[in-house]
């Protein structure tokens, strides 16, 4: 019912930027919220950032003044802008989102993306 598309991953250097992309689309009533995770080798899947429908953000300590989470509500997109980038950012990220179908359907449902790999080296 509905997809989440990745882009923007790739191979950067330390210090470099990248920024990553994730464009919902399919049966769309509302978006509570949309966020990045990743997931690092042998490592558990953790929260990067989210912003709600009403723009209010949240980070994990790690990226906070480095990492900027933004939303396009007109085209159901979220971005990762990722500055000052570090080895240990190296991981795939997960775009999440949260979403409800209808009026008729009061429950959101939470989807995934794919992932994109996000490879932080020299």
């Known amino acids: 019912q509905v997809q989440l598309v990745e882009s923007g991953g790739g191979l950067v250097q330390p210090g470099g930027s990248l920024r990553l992309s994730c464009a919902a689309s399919?049966?769309?009533?509302?978006?509570?919220?949309m966020g990045w995770y990743r997931q690092a080798p042998e490592k558990q899947r953790e929260l990067v950032a989210v912003?709600?429908?009403?723009?209010?953000?949240n980070y994990t300590n790690s990226v906070k003044g480095r990492f900027t989470i933004s939303r396009d509500n007109a085209k159901n997109t979220v971005y990762l802008q990722m500055n000052s980038l570090k080895p240990e950012d190296t991981a795939v990220y997960y775009c999440?989102?949260?979403?409800?179908?209808?009026?008729?359907?009061?429950?959101?449902?939470?989807?995934w993306g794919q992932g994109t790999q996000v490879t932080v080296s020299s």
């Open positions: 999440n989102a949260v979403i409800r179908h209808s009026l008729a359907e009061p429950t959101p449902q939470i989807y």
């Open positions: 399919g049966s769309i009533f509302s978006i509570n919220a």
């Open positions: 912003m709600n429908s009403v723009g209010r953000t």
